[in-house]
């Protein structure tokens, strides 16, 4: 009641978005080694999925912590990203090693990142219209 009368964001919300956040910074490393590492056509396309990723994870995570209603468009973003990314992870994974490593980052990191931010996306109150006031 109090966090209430104080505009403060919940604990589970402040919670919630420094995980969000430190998934987005996680990204900015892993973007280096991934053009360090790949061919430059490929490394071009993860690099900016991942970057699209993190900038989604950080608006929506520090907008989280700030108590900010307006992170349903990049939490949804961030879903939607994640979620294509363990799925181009997986079908594009060489059997064996290659394809474990993806389908452990799909269970312990994508996929339930993607869950958490489509929660916060469809929990979050949607954005008011502004009355049309040229007409």
Same mark, same amino acid.
């Given at each position: 009641?109090? @966090? ?7 604990? $589970? ?10 998934? %987005? ?8 080694? @991934?053009?360090? $590492? ?17 900038? *989604?994870?950080?608006?929506? %995570? ?6 900010? %209603? ?21 079908? $594009? ?14 269970? *312990? ?7 958490? *931010? ?15 006031? %040229?007409?």
């Amino acid at each position: 009641m109090a @966090l209430m009368a104080l505009n403060l964001p919940a604990p $589970t919300a402040v919670w919630q978005g420094r995980v969000l956040t430190l998934a %987005g910074l996680t990204l900015l490393p892993w973007m280096g080694y @991934l053009a360090a $590492t790949l061919p430059p056509a490929e490394a071009a396309a993860w690099t900016a999925l991942d970057a699209l990723e993190a900038l *989604c994870l950080l608006t929506a %995570g520090t907008r989280l912590v700030r108590g900010e %209603g307006s992170l349903r468009l990049p939490a949804a973003g961030a879903a939607l990203l994640l979620a294509a990314d363990a799925c181009a992870d997986l079908l $594009t994974s060489a059997p064996g090693a290659e394809l474990a490593a993806a389908a452990a980052m799909a269970v *312990c990191a994508e996929l339930p990142l993607a869950a958490l *931010c489509a929660v916060l996306a469809r929990r979050s109150p949607r954005p008011r219209m502004r009355a049309n006031r %040229g007409l």
